[in-house]
C-alpha cells in the first residue's frame, strides 16, 4: 500500500519567507509526527497529532513554528519568517496506533534558506 | 523523561565483518525498542522491534538485537557486514502507555571493501 509522502521534496526560500510543507500519512493512521534532521544530526521532535486530542507542540523551536492537521489525515507545517538556521530535512511520520507500534516515515523535505 | 544513547557517531567495518552498534535507554517502566535505519537522502526505515515478547529479536537484512533489562541495552548486530549496510542507523524508544518516541542521536556505518 501507499507509504507516507512529503510533498514538496526540495525547497529552496529566501530568508524572511514563510513556507508550508506537506505529510500525507499512511491511510487509517491515527498518530502524526513532524521532526526536524539538521546535517549529520539526529531527530529533533517537532510536534504530534493523536486522533482528535490536543497536538502536542512541546518540541517546537518558536512560535514561528505551527503546524495542523486536517480532519484527521494531512498534515501541514508553516514556518514563517523563516531563518537559515532553519535549513534542514524535515520529517513526517504516522503510526497506526499508540502502544507498541512503530512509525513509518516519509522520504522528507529537505529545506534550504538561503 | 527518556533518554537514549548511541555509543559511538561513526562505526567501520570490513565488509564480513561483524556489525555491532550500541544502544542503552533510560526507562523506569519497561518500554518498547526500536532501531532504524537511513540510508542516504531517504526517510527512516524500520529494521526491528522489540515489545516485550521474546529478547532476542530478527530483523531485515539479517540484523538482530537483544533487549538486555539488565543491561537496559538493546544493542544491534549482524553477523557478516555487507557494503549496501552503510547507512545511518537510530535506535528510538518508546514508553509503553506513551505516545512520544526518544531517538538516539544516531550512529553512522561505514563498510570497507
Known amino acids: ?114 | 523523561a527518556q533518554s537514549v544513547t548511541q555509543l559511538g557517531s561513526h562505526v567501520s567495518v570490513s565488509e564480513g565483518a561483524l556489525v555491532l552498534l550500541r544502544c542503552n535507554y533510560s526507562s523506569s517502566v519497561p518500554p518498547y525498542l526500536f532501531w532504524y535505519v537511513q540510508y542516504p537522502n531517504q526517510g527512516l526505515q524500520l529494521l526491528l522491534k522489540y515489545t516485550s515478547a521474546a529478547t532476542l529479536v530478527k530483523g531485515i537484512n539479517g540484523f538482530e538485537a537483544e533487549f538486555k533489562k539488565s543491561e537496559t541495552s538493546f544493542h544491534l548486530t549482524k553477523p557478516s557486514a555487507h557494503m549496501s549496510d552503510a547507512a545511518e542507523y537510530f535506535c528510538a524508544v518508546s514508553e509503553s502507555a506513551g505516545n512520544q518516541f526518544y531517538f538516539g542521536t544516531g550512529t553512522s556505518l561505514t563498510v570497507i571493501p
Not at chain 1, 525547497?11 to 549529520?40: F, M, N
Not at chain 1, 513554528?65 to 486536517?70: K, L
Open chain 1, 1 to 114: 500500500g501507499a507509504g507516507v509522502s512529503q510533498s514538496p521534496s526540495n525547497k529552496v526560500t529566501e530568508k524572511g519567507k514563510d513556507v508550508e510543507l506537506r505529510c500525507d500519512p499512511i491511510s487509517g493512521h491515527t498518530a502524526l509526527y513532524w521532526y526536524r534532521q539538521s546535517l549529520g544530526q539526529g531527530l529533533e521532535f517537532l510536534i504530534y497529532f493523536q486522533g482528535n486530542s490536543a497536538p502536542d507542540k512541546s518540541g517546537l523551536p518558536s512560535d514561528r513554528f505551527s503546524a495542523e492537521r486536517t480532519g484527521g489525515s494531512v498534515s501541514t507545517l508553516t514556518i514563517q519568517r523563516t531563518q537559515q538556521e532553519d535549513s534542514a530535512v524535515y520529517l513526517c511520520a504516522s503510526r497506526e496506533r499508540v502502544e507498541g507500534y512503530e512509525q513509518y516515515f516519509g522520504p522528507g523535505t529537505r529545506l534550504t534558506v538561503t
